[in-house]
């Protein structure tokens, strides 16, 4: 008999690559929606668990770091009260949790964060996302804690779907009077496909070596060169102008540098992602030729 894993947040973008990725590696998937399951709700976890009976539970549901400044109790609620309730319910049962969290979760200072270094907690969103992980290990002995780097990937229309996003805006500008988008030259991330981290945590969660772990495509961006990259990729020449954060208007003060090192996937044996680069230009290559007009 297959293994099954159900999968909150059914909607998003990581979840949609989790459960085609997922399903394609011989598990039965149940991807629930928020519409279909309110993660808040303890009765509606509860059930969803018990008539599911998964092996594995995968938590990705998350709103945006700027929403969880402006009204703090939503960030609690969904990422961290919730991680509580999966949690319970998945101990009860003996599955497996895996809570995909973050990786703003350090400072200022540019540098490579294993998941060993003390966490710096700039923002409501990353208060919330930890205090969810320390939720969900402390609620579910099986828990597996995943901070991923920038995510892309997912279809087009996701609205955070970064790659896709840069597409249009590059576009657009293209057809301007003026062909020159902007990016912040001073935020440094691991840009990573969505599609590529689940294979990853897949390979994770089939150790049971439970924990906490960094997953990412290898090296370092900007968000200036980030932004390049996927124009380039498309085949654009709309320009790309470094500038500062200034730039750009946030509510959440995010940390200039969100670099995360994957030592403990290196030490569990398994070979790190590829360069972010490559896993644009796959990501790219792989759209359907619809969408790029």
């Known amino acids: 008999m297959n293994k099954k894993v159900l999968i909150t947040g059914g909607s998003g973008m990581l979840a949609t690559d989790m459960a085609r990725t997922w399903s394609e590696s011989g598990y039965d998937v149940v991807s629930l929606s928020h519409s279909q399951l309110d993660i808040t709700q303890a009765d509606q976890v509860k059930q969803a668990i018990e008539m599911t009976a998964p092996d594995v539970v995968v938590h990705t549901p998350g709103i945006g770091v700027d929403a969880c400044e402006t009204v703090p109790e939503d960030g609690f609620n969904l990422h961290t009260w919730s991680a509580g309730l999966v949690g319970r319910q ?119 070596e439970y924990g906490l772990y960094h997953v990412t495509n290898a090296g370092a961006a900007s968000r200036y060169d980030y932004v390049k990259c996927i124009v380039e990729a498309f085949g654009l020449t709309t320009a790309v102008e470094p500038v500062t954060s200034d730039s750009f208007v946030r509510s959440a003060p995010v940390p200039d540098c969100e670099l995360l090192d994957n030592l403990n996937v290196k030490f569990l044996g398994l070979e790190p992602l590829g360069p972010w680069q490559e896993a644009i230009q796959r990501y790219v290559a792989g759209l359907p030729a619809a969408d790029q007009v």
Not at 96 to 102: D, R
Not at 144 to 164: D, E, K, T
Not at 183 to 191: L, Q, W
């Open 90 to 208: 998945c101990q009860r049962r003996g599955a497996a949790l895996v809570y995909i969290s973050t990786c703003g979760l350090f400072g200022d200072e540019k540098q490579f964060n294993a998941e060993y270094e003390p966490v710096v907690l700039k923002t409501q969103y990353a208060r919330s996302k930890f205090l969810g992980e320390q939720e969900a290990m402390r609620q579910c002995e099986r828990s597996f804690i995943i901070r991923p780097g920038w995510l892309f990937g997912g279809s087009p229309s996701h609205n955070r779907n970064f790659v896709y996003q840069r597409y249009l805006e590059a576009k657009r500008a293209e057809a301007s009077d003026t062909p020159v988008i902007r990016s912040a030259s001073d935020k440094f991330g691991n840009p990573t496909a969505t599609a590529e981290l689940s294979a990853m945590i897949l390979a994770i969660v089939d150790t049971q």
